[in-house]
């Protein structure tokens, strides 16, 4: 004869037993949680895709663990899909439910704007990938943009002693900024685009490729003076209150990467 199944209210809560370690945990949560989402596209109006989630709270030295099943229930009730405006209604959720000073949300996902090539005009789309980070910390709501926009660098130093050519490579630049207004991801990629040796494009005819390749020639840059150049810009840039810059060249004639960062605010 089967067992009857026992019912949730029988079932001992292991999480909420006590902890004597008096050690209070920053953050406690899920991550690595794919879920779709909703967010604005200057283009478009919105734009659907897919992001990378974590949900985190702040846990009180007296508990020995949090409720997992409970940020997917918040999460859950807020819609198969997550719109950027929802994100402080699900941090105040994540607060009530967990009984959390301070709740945590991330989002990783890849971004698309379509570009079209220099010369031809023929259309391509390219994927940014974006983190949303947000924080609600008792009613104070801190949140941040980040994007990673791959660029073209040719070195200035290769160009000044070589007679022929000089030795360009694909790096990428991360900026991350908080604002007093909001940005457009759209702008954050244009400002770091402006200050490489040329952008970068999916779909290039042959005029094309004569053009950045040309304009990359035309307009060398270390790593240092590219962080510098997106530095100015941000700046410079009314509604930017704080950034970090990061800047990774995968070298073409070396087998490691060239770095630098900045972080202003």
């Known amino acids: 004869m089967k067992k009857p199944l026992a019912q949730p209210d029988s079932l001992h809560d292991t999480q909420s037993s006590p902890d004597f370690r008096n050690l209070r945990i920053d953050k406690v949560g899920v991550k690595g949680l794919r879920y779709p989402i909703v ?137 991350e900024v908080t604002f007093s207004k909001t940005v457009w991801i759209e702008d954050l990629v244009a400002l770091v685009e402006s200050c490489a040796s040329s952008e970068i494009f999916s779909l290039l005819k042959r005029p094309d490729e004569k053009h950045v390749t040309e304009r990359a020639y035309d307009n060398p840059v270390f790593v240092e003076d590219l962080v510098r150049a997106v530095s100015v810009r941000c700046e410079a840039h009314p509604d930017i209150v704080w950034y970090r810059v990061e800047a990774e060249n995968f070298e073409s004639i070396h087998n490691h990467s060239a770095y630098a960062v900045i972080e202003r605010g």
């Open 39 to 175: 967010v604005r596209d200057r283009a478009h109006a919105t734009q659907n895709t897919v992001a990378t989630v974590t949900l985190a709270v702040d846990l009180p030295h007296q508990f020995k663990g949090t409720h997992m099943s409970r940020f997917i229930e918040v999460l859950q009730e807020h819609g198969s899909l997550i719109h950027v405006e929802s994100i402080p209604a699900i941090l105040r959720a994540l607060q009530e439910r967990l009984q959390a000073d301070s709740a945590h949300l991330e989002l990783d996902f890849p971004y698309f704007i379509e570009k079209k090539a220099p010369v031809t005009g023929a259309p391509g789309l390219v994927d940014y990938q974006t983190c949303f980070d947000a924080t609600l910390h008792g009613k104070d709501l801190r949140f941040k943009v980040a994007v990673t926009v791959p660029v073209t660098t040719l070195c200035p130093c290769s160009k000044a002693i070589s007679e022929r050519g000089a030795h360009n490579q694909r790096g990428q630049v991360r900026l």
